[in-house]
């Protein structure tokens, strides 16, 4: 664990945001802030260290402006401070981004999560200006490294000059390359954060010290065991259970991910997934035979553990 005055480790949950049919909201889908409270009580109740809404998972492209700043009230609200609330807060350029983490210091949020400058594939010096200007707000930052999205690369070295930022505490890591946990650890203090589902033990036995992702919207509770077996060395155990998990996990690495998660919450039926907004569209039924199917065996095997 690194010595940073806040840290952002534990399960933290990119949530998923549950929509309504109303024919009068965009894409034929309104917001329904009721469901998507319950969601936030749950993973709470369950044992997930917090919550992050406005990431990819939660549509936060396409969301009006009004919508996108009430999920994250919703979202502190229901949490009542039982845990963390970490907003997204991406946008194309600082300004933006900057915008929408002043709006969640006021509504309460306790961090960010910051995507480099997105649609724009910025340089070094503009990335590091766009975390510079964010931290002006005031609320510790977890940097977010998604090259497969945004086209920029957030390399270690990037990562070891982010750290230097001020309210830059953490790093969500998507690349895909596990390699990285450890040489970043090598190079700064910065904690290092698991951001793909499909790489949480391999990631977190290298040195990351949380998990912000997807697939706790499903498996919360599993999730925090998963994570707590291996922070207390037992490596073993938790093998055992990430083999149970990690074939419906590679769905959070693919590019229906959002869509594949609610389905899955929708298989397991503790909470609710539906329906995504455009640009997204349905599962094919190839895709979504494969969701349903690898959900259900591992459901099967959870429940044959307890």
Same mark, same amino acid.
């Given at each position: 664990?690194?010595? &940073?005055?806040?840290?952002?480790? !534990?399960?933290?949950?990119?949530?998923?945001?549950?929509?309504?049919?109303?024919?009068?909201?965009?894409?034929?889908?309104?917001?329904?802030?009721?469901?998507?409270?319950?969601?936030?009580?749950?993973? =709470?109740?369950?044992?997930?260290?917090?919550?992050?809404?406005?990431?990819?998972?939660?549509?936060?492209?396409?969301?009006?402006?009004?919508?996108?700043?009430?999920?994250?009230?919703?979202?502190?609200?229901?949490?009542?401070?039982?845990?963390?609330?970490?907003?997204?807060?991406?946008?194309?350029?600082?300004?933006?981004?900057?915008?929408?983490?002043?709006?969640?210091?006021?509504?309460?949020?306790?961090?960010?999560?910051?995507?480099?400058?997105?649609?724009?594939?910025? &340089?070094?010096?503009?990335?590091?200006?766009?975390?510079?200007?964010?931290?002006?707000?005031?609320?510790?930052?977890?940097?977010?490294?998604?090259?497969?999205?945004? +086209?920029?690369?957030?390399?270690?070295?990037?990562?070891?000059?982010?750290?230097? =930022?001020?309210?830059?505490?953490?790093?969500?890591?998507?690349?895909?390359?596990?390699?990285?946990?450890?040489?970043?650890?090598?190079?700064?203090? =910065?904690?290092?954060?698991?951001?793909?589902?499909?790489?949480?033990?391999?990631?977190?036995?290298?040195?990351?010290?949380?998990?912000?992702?997807?697939?706790?919207?499903?498996?919360?509770?599993?999730?925090?065991?998963?994570?707590?077996?291996?922070? +207390? !060395?037992?490596?073993?155990?938790?093998?055992?259970?990430?083999?149970?998990?990690?074939?419906?996990? #590679?769905?959070?690495?693919?590019?229906?991910?959002?869509?594949?998660?609610?389905?899955? =919450?929708?298989?397991?039926?503790?909470?609710?997934?539906?329906?995504?907004?455009?640009?997204? !569209?349905?599962?094919?039924?190839?895709?979504?035979?494969?969701?349903?199917?690898?959900?259900?065996?591992?459901?099967?095997?959870?429940?044959? #553990?307890?």
């Amino acid at each position: 664990m690194s010595q &940073n005055p806040f840290d952002l480790g !534990g399960v933290i949950v990119a949530t998923t945001l549950a929509f309504k049919e109303d024919p009068s909201a965009p894409g034929g889908l309104a917001v329904d802030y009721d469901k998507f409270a319950e969601h936030c009580n749950w993973l =709470i109740e369950n044992g997930c260290r917090g919550v992050g809404p406005n990431g990819s998972l939660g549509e936060y492209s396409s969301l009006t402006d009004e919508e996108r700043r009430r999920v994250v009230q919703v979202a502190v609200e229901a949490v009542d401070g039982r845990g963390l609330v970490v907003a997204g807060a991406h946008g194309v350029g600082w300004h933006q981004a900057q915008h929408w983490a002043r709006l969640a210091k006021e509504d309460g949020a306790d961090g960010v999560l910051l995507l480099p400058p997105i649609v724009y594939r910025a &340089n070094t010096d503009e990335i590091l200006e766009h975390y510079r200007r964010v931290s002006e707000v005031g609320l510790p930052i977890m940097a977010y490294n998604n090259p497969i999205d945004t +086209k920029v690369d957030l390399t270690p070295d990037i990562v070891e000059q982010l750290a230097e =930022i001020e309210n830059v505490v953490a790093i969500k890591e998507f690349s895909g390359d596990v390699r990285r946990v450890m040489e970043i650890n090598d190079r700064c203090d =910065i904690d290092v954060i698991a951001g793909a589902d499909d790489l949480l033990f391999e990631s977190l036995v290298a040195g990351a010290v949380g998990w912000f992702a997807g697939y706790p919207n499903v498996f919360p509770r599993e999730a925090v065991e998963l994570y707590e077996l291996v922070t +207390k !060395g037992d490596i073993a155990g938790a093998k055992a259970l990430y083999e149970q998990l990690v074939p419906v996990f #590679r769905w959070d690495s693919r590019t229906e991910f959002v869509q594949a998660i609610k389905l899955s =919450i929708d298989v397991a039926g503790n909470s609710f997934g539906g329906r995504t907004r455009p640009p997204r !569209g349905p599962l094919s039924p190839e895709h979504e035979k494969a969701v349903r199917e690898e959900t259900q065996r591992a459901l099967d095997a959870l429940a044959a #553990r307890d």
